[in-house]
């Protein structure tokens, strides 16, 4: 019986041996790439608060930064970076260019994975001292288009809304209804039920 057990422990150790560098080696290479993008996103945020990893079909990783804008802005910004051995930015969040999203917080913005091998990153802004019941701006990202869906929220005189959706035709449903959601449970928008789009109960 002991000699059993230990024939099984030495089989075992042996494995775990052979095993040990291919996995170091996994580890070293994707850690190194890492910092790389690390390093390009750095160009653009001063500090980086979080970020999260998606995989495309192409077998490329992508990282999705979340941090302080770096020079003359120091809001909140967005930068995505391809994870691979010559790292690139493939959508920065400045590129909206839209005064409704000129001002921007981290816990309003969010990612998440949208099917196989695609992700979908989610911003709410609005314009300068008009982020309750004033002009709001809500963003989708998809990452297989490489689009950016938008809607715009202005705040009447009789309290009443006013709903824009970006772009104006061809917005796909899936997007659309994102936006949505994301409007009708938003906390600056104190009458949601007043909106011009059909809110689903809580």
């Not at 999705?64 to 790292?87: A, E, K, Q």
């Not at 930015?89 to 695609?118: C, H, I, K, M």
């Amino acid at each position: 019986m002991k000699r059993t057990i230990a024939i099984i422990l030495h089989i075992l150790l042996a494995t775990t041996l052979c095993l040990l560098p291919s996995v170091m080696g996994t580890a070293q290479t994707s850690r190194a790439t890492s910092d790389d993008a690390i390093a390009l996103a750095k160009h653009y945020l001063q500090t980086i608060e979080r970020s999260a990893s998606f995989s495309s079909g192409v077998g490329q990783r992508n990282i999705v930064f979340v941090g302080h804008s770096r020079g003359s802005s120091d809001g909140w910004r967005v930068v995505i970076v391809t994870d691979d051995r010559r790292p690139k930015v493939v959508w920065d969040s400045f590129t909206l260019r839209d005064p409704y999203f000129y001002t921007l917080a981290s816990n309003t913005t969010d990612y998440y994975a949208d099917g196989q091998n695609e992700f979908a990153v989610t911003l709410r802004g609005c314009a300068p001292h008009q982020c309750f019941d004033g002009r709001f701006g809500f963003a989708v990202y998809a990452s297989r288009s490489r689009r950016v869906y938008k809607s715009h929220v202005v705040t009447k005189d009789d309290g009443s809304y006013e709903v824009t959706f970006y772009p104006k035709s061809g917005l796909p449903d899936t997007f659309r209804a994102e936006l949505v959601r994301m409007m009708c449970s938003d906390n600056g928008i104190s009458q949601p039920s007043a909106l011009p789009i059909k809110c689903s109960a809580k």
